[in-house]
């Protein structure tokens, strides 16, 4: 069975920076494409960026273009997500999350892609 661990959130005033990370486990890492997500509440879970399955393939959502980094380290079958120049709006509960596609260079952007998703991890950002 599958299963993701996210670390790394926590408080930070704007202007700052955070690293999220999600390892994975119990699977093939190198079957899946994976994705970073946000929701606050009463909104639907939305899109941050996404990797293809080679790591070699990333998308952001367009207000995090030029200040988040997603990458993949293959050895330790984990994704990151470097967070600089945080927002107020950046505010929310960020996941992670494992989409099984069939080419290398796939990246998964809707919800309904994604198969597994870590527990979720807070990431507030405020003076």
């Known amino acids: 069975q599958v299963e993701l661990v996210e670390s790394g959130g926590g408080l930070v005033q704007p202007g700052g920076s955070l690293k999220l990370s999600c390892v994975f486990r119990g699977g093939t890492f190198s079957a899946y494409a994976m994705g970073w997500f946000r929701q606050v509440p009463g909104k639907e879970r939305a899109f941050v960026a996404g990797?293809?399955?080679?790591?070699?393939?990333?998308l952001y959502e367009d207000s995090v273009k030029g200040r988040f980094t997603a990458s993949t380290d293959h050895a330790k079958s984990t994704v990151l997500l470097e967070m600089n120049n945080l927002k107020p709006e950046d505010t929310a509960i960020y996941y992670c999350?494992?989409?099984?596609?069939?080419?290398?260079?796939?990246?998964?952007?809707?919800?309904?892609?994604?198969?597994?998703w870590g527990q979720g991890i807070q990431v507030t950002v405020s003076s």
């Open positions: 999350g494992a989409a099984a596609v069939a080419a290398d260079r796939t990246i998964a952007i809707l919800l309904s892609r994604y198969s597994y």
């Open positions: 990797l293809s399955r080679d790591g070699d393939r990333v």
